[in-house]
Structures are given as C-alpha cells and as structure tokens.
C-alpha cells in the first residue's frame, strides 16, 4: 500500500498549482482520502477531504473557495487544486487514505491509516 504525492513547486502569490495523488498496491474505491499539510514550526493541518465516491467534499476554512479536492478512482488518483495561492499556503502536502464503507469525508487527521510522502509547496511574493 502507497501513496505518492506530486506536482509541488515554487509559484508565485495569486497562482495555482494541482497536486496529484496516485495510489498504488490497493484501490482507492474503498478509501476515503484527505490532504493535509504541514508549514515548518507547525503542527500538520488537514486541507481538504473527500468521501470513497466523491459525492461529499470538505474544506478547511483557510482554503475554501480556493483549493478544490476531486477524484477519479479509475486512475487510482486524487487531486487538489489550489487557485489563488498565498504565501501562508507554503507547506509540505501530503495525501493520506482511510478504510470506509460509508460515503462519508473523514476530517479527523488520526482517523488516517495510510500516509504518502509529502511534496513541497513554495509561495513566493
């Protein structure tokens, strides 16, 4: 069971970058996934969340109407789209997976079973 996360970079204030998510060693059918991420000197926040069939989407309040999860489980991927970037948005991005029968977001960090290595977001002004 992996999880990869990928497309960090350096962007300037105001622009966007997607991240992607891609599974491997299981289906993510039966996952439901969150981003979280983790600036230095802070502890790691959740993002944004999505349920097994992406019928239910949650976000953090400090990247509502800018980040936009999506999925697309035949590709065994998950997205986050970041629009309007700020400096504060600088972090580590991770994507993580958990086990669910339900279609339900899991918004808990601790409720995670699976974690994939980070890939660096860099906000420049």
């Known amino acids: 069971v992996q999880l990869q996360a990928f497309g960090g970079g350096l962007v300037q204030a105001g622009g966007s970058r997607r991240l992607s998510c891609a599974a491997s060693?299981?289906?993510?059918?039966?996952?439901?996934i969150g981003w979280f991420r983790q600036a230095p000197g802070k502890e790691r926040e959740g993002v944004a969340y999505i349920s097994r069939r992406g019928s239910s989407t949650y976000y953090a309040d400090s990247v509502r109407g800018r980040f936009t999860i999506s999925r697309d489980n035949a590709k065994n991927e998950i997205y986050l789209q970041m629009n309007s970037l700020k400096l504060e948005d600088t972090a580590v991005y991770y994507c993580?997976?958990?086990?669910?029968?339900?279609?339900?977001?899991?918004?808990?960090?601790?409720?995670?079973?699976?974690w994939g290595q980070g890939t660096q977001v860099t906000v420049s002004s």
């Open positions: 060693g299981f289906t993510v059918d039966y996952f439901a």
């Open positions: 993580a997976a958990r086990a669910i029968l339900k279609d339900t977001v899991v918004t808990e960090i601790g409720g995670y079973e699976y």
